[in-house]
């Protein structure tokens, strides 16, 4: 059983930046494809990064390309969520996920999230 705890959110005006980080139990997690979603009121939980086992290859949902960046510590077990030119539209609760493996499977671990709130 691996437990994901998410950090760093909070309220930040929009072209605001805010750091999340993901910290994991087991050290198994650093062998763990790793994603970010985000679940806005009302919504569905959506895709926003990933990033493989080693970091060498990220992906980014449309609508944070250029501005977000997920990285890796596996020496300390954590994944990071650097997060840019804050908009709006990017209030969400976010949450990491392991194992990612593709937006279509559903990671079974995940973390119990953190608010992001995003004012004009």
């Known amino acids: 059983q691996v437990q994901l705890v998410e950090s760093g959110g909070g309220s930040v005006q929009a072209g605001g930046s805010l750091r999340l980080s993901c910290a994991a139990s087991?050290?198994?997690?650093?062998?763990?494809?790793v994603g970010w979603f985000r679940q806005a009121p009302g919504k569905e939980r959506d895709f926003v990064a990933s990033i493989t086992w080693s970091g060498g290859s990220t992906y980014y949902a449309d609508s944070v390309k250029g501005r977000f960046a997920i990285s890796r510590d596996n020496a300390k077990n954590t994944v990071y969520l650097q997060m840019n030119s804050l908009k709006p539209e990017d209030t969400a609760v976010y949450y990491c996920?392991?194992?990612?493996?593709?937006?279509?499977?559903?990671?079974?671990?995940w973390g119990q999230g953190t608010q992001v709130t995003v004012s004009s």
């Open positions: 087991e050290r198994t997690f650093r062998m763990y494809g």
């Open positions: 996920a392991a194992p990612f493996q593709s937006t279509g499977v559903r990671p079974r671990y």
